[in-house]
Nanobody, 115 residues
């Protein structure tokens, strides 16, 4: 199982960013993809999850309205789209999936929000 994420991004405040997570080694539609982020010096924060089978999503309340998760089953790729970026959104963003009772993680995508 592998989750391969897109590269680091630098954005201005108020902009948007889209992070990708390409899955392989298992049936993409069989497991949720979760998104988690870690800001500098902070604990991991669960952002939400998507069911790639039907696109159903659940978001952390504090991010509701600014984050959109999508999944492309033709490429086994999940996306996290974060809009209206703020400096406090600077973090490493991770995707993960539980496959056969084991969690697999992407290596993370650093998103820096700075003017």
């Amino acid at each position: 199982v592998q989750l391969v994420q897109s590269g680091a991004e630098l954005r201005n405040p108020g902009a948007s960013v889209k992070v990708s997570c390409k899955a392989s080694g298992y049936i993409f539609t069989s497991e949720y993809i979760h998104w988690v982020r870690q800001a500098p010096g902070q604990a991991l924060e669960w952002m939400g999850r998507i069911d790639p089978e039907d696109g159903a999503t659940k978001y952390a309340q504090r991010l509701q309205g600014r984050v959109t998760f999508t999944a492309d089953t033709s490429t086994s790729t999940a996306y996290a789209d974060i809009s209206d970026l703020k400096s406090e959104d600077t973090a490493v963003y991770y995707c993960n999936a539980e496959v056969s009772k084991r969690y697999y993680w992407g290596k993370g995508t650093l998103v820096t929000v700075s003017s």
